[in-house]
């Protein structure tokens, strides 16, 4: 029997740092590099997310709107600090989530009972070439409702572009997702975005309800799961394999929060001292690759 706490842990995300760019995947997951300082252009979407996860993770079906809406404003006013006390940050924080609890999660959310939030998984694979690994990730929310189990995406978005029925079914981390939950026994029946519109409108509270939040769904057939977790697989080997990580080399290498080692080394110099006052290693215990 295999041993898992020996085994590489490995998630979609990494995936998609590898298929990103190779070079960015070796100073994140080979090298366990990370930043000290954090962007903030990704703040609200991740504040809301936050707040989301502790709605569900105290969901109580006897619970009113008003109670619902009470504990997320502490909870809101409790992350001021965090927030650098940004009142215009707060106030869009509130005015989102005021209309989500009163308008919209009653559309999406009666019936439901909640399995879990950031529901934490990790099911053993085989790639094609024999290596056994860790498939690991957070699924936003997991629930049952009327019997059928259900997977659901968080996102946000601050220009108003919500997703296609399209892009959803073609979305490789949630047919990943639900792969691995059926791996470990989850019959899921579809998966779902939940997406938030972050946009400042100045009359927020006039804007109709569809132009703030949609929650699309889609259904995956066990020839498209079969599909992905082989898919996944091969990419697994892929990164394994690789000795001579690839640049991307593309104009999106600006937002890239490892460009100036990078730049370091194409100009053939040393990166270790960036590296040291940039970066901090990687906490361990979370993803990681059996060494090279």
Excluded at 237 to 244: P, S, V
Aim: aromatic share 12%; glycine share 6%.
């Amino acid at each position: 029997m295999t041993n898992t706490s020996d085994l590489p842990r490995i998630s979609h995300s990494q995936i998609q740092a590898w298929l990103r760019c190779e070079k960015m995947w070796e100073y994140k997951y080979r090298r366990a590099w990370v930043p000290k300082k954090v962007p903030t252009y990704f703040g609200m979407g991740n504040f809301i997310h936050g707040k989301l996860d502790i709605m569900y993770q105290t969901w109580d079906p006897e619970d009113s709107i008003g109670d619902r809406w009470d504990l997320m404003q502490a909870r809101i006013l409790e992350d001021i600090d965090p927030l650098g006390s940004n009142s215009e940050f707060v106030a869009r924080c509130m005015k989102a989530m005021y209309r989500y609890i009163h308008e919209f999660s009653p559309q999406i959310d009666e019936g439901i009972e909640v399995i879990g939030s950031e529901y934490n998984f990790a099911v053993e694979l085989v790639t094609p070439k024999g290596r056994h690994f860790l498939l690991e990730g957070f699924v936003d929310l997991l629930y049952k409702k009327k019997g059928q189990v259900i997977v659901r995406d968080h996102k946000s978005t601050g220009a108003g572009k919500f997703w296609h029925k399209d892009d959803l079914f073609y979305d490789t981390q949630q047919t990943t997702y639900i792969a691995a939950l059926r791996q470990l026994g989850f019959d899921v029946f579809r998966g779902e975005i939940n997406e938030i519109n972050t946009y400042d409108y100045k009359d927020w509270a006039g804007v109709p309800l569809e132009k703030l939040f949609q929650c699309p769904y889609s259904h995956r057939t066990q020839e498209d799961l079969d599909a992905i977790l082989l898919w996944f697989g091969k990419t697994v080997d892929r990164m394994l394999d690789e000795q001579d990580f690839q640049r991307a080399m593309s104009k999106e290498c600006r937002r890239c929060p490892y460009r100036h080692p990078c730049q370091l080394q194409l100009k053939g110099r040393d990166d270790s001292t960036i590296l040291s006052l940039e970066f901090k290693k990687k906490d361990e215990g979370r993803e990681r690759l059996a060494a090279p």
